[in-house]
């Protein structure tokens, strides 16, 4: 008897060096009443990246984020984080800063740290002690007798000392001076796992360009530019800065 030899099975192997995508956005739309923050916008980000989230006053970056970060309902569209849909399981992997100070007013920092850690599974206090030291700032401090740019590095110790696998941070960088602008940078860079993701959401594009290494340039709810970092100044021989000025004009 002859036997036909069978053909060779080539078993789907993942490609280990491609990079998980971790924010996955199709079709998605959002209305507050009459107008349309968001309109149909779709994007793809892995893992391994910081993002700069740009656009004008209004573009619906906002929106997106509170969406992503499981927030906010009432979209249509698809949206995955790290392959869940919003709810749970998403949000367990989710570190979200918003753009508002959400810290009781009286509160000492180090109170601010044990309300994260009872929280938080994913809180490391440690992670957190060092960043506080790291901003200048005292354990013992009380919210309320910091200034706005002070506040603001407290809620970004707190958010990035979770080891989560996304980080959404909108504008978290606006209420502080060029000075301290770069340390924050620097300590959120600092503190960034290789494989987790930091979307950031500015106006600020000088100050990000170093960190930076893609960007998604929105408008009217949709994307309208987005891509890799060098590959956009490559491109057009010009600076992220300059690409943004120039999309915004
Ligand atoms: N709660 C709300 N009720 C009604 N309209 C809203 C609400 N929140 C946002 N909008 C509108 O949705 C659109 C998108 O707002 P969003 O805050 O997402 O933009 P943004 O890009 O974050 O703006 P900014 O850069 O000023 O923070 C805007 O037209 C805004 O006026």
């Not at 993942?14 to 349309?36: F, H, I, Q, W």
């Not at 989230?53 to 979209?75: D, F, P, R, S």
């Not at 600092?190 to 930091?198: I, N």
């Amino acid at each position: 008897m002859t036997t036909t030899p069978l053909p060779m099975q080539t078993p789907e192997m993942p490609d280990m060096n491609k990079p998980t995508p971790l924010v996955e956005v199709s079709g998605l739309a959002m209305r507050y009443g009459p107008v349309t923050a968001l309109d149909g916008l779709d994007l793809t980000l892995a893992s391994g990246q910081i993002v700069g989230l740009l656009g004008e006053n209004g573009c619906g970056k906002t929106t997106l984020l509170k969406i992503l970060a499981g927030v906010m309902t009432g979209y249509t569209g698809d949206i995955r984080i790290a392959g869940h849909a919003p709810g749970p399981e998403s949000k367990a992997r989710v570190s979200f800063l918003p753009d508002t100070s959400f810290l009781p007013d009286r509160a000492r920092v180090s109170y601010c740290l044990d309300l994260y850690a009872d929280f938080f599974a994913d809180f490391r206090p440690e992670k957190a002690r060092d960043l506080i030291g790291f901003f200048g700032l005292s354990e013992s401090a009380r919210l309320k007798e910091m200034s706005k740019g002070m506040r603001e590095k407290v809620q970004i110790a707190l958010a990035m000392s979770r080891d989560a696998s996304v980080y959404l941070l909108d504008e978290p960088i606006s209420g502080v001076d060029p000075a301290a602008r770069q340390l924050i940078v620097d300590g959120i860079v600092r503190t960034l796992s290789e494989d987790s993701l930091l979307l950031i959401a500015t106006h600020l594009v000088h100050d990000l360009e170093p960190v930076l290494d893609a960007v998604v340039m929105m408008r009217h709810g949709r994307v309208v530019l987005s891509g890799d970092a060098d590959d956009l100044r490559g491109g057009r021989g010009a600076s992220l800065d300059q690409i943004f000025k120039e999309t915004y004009r």
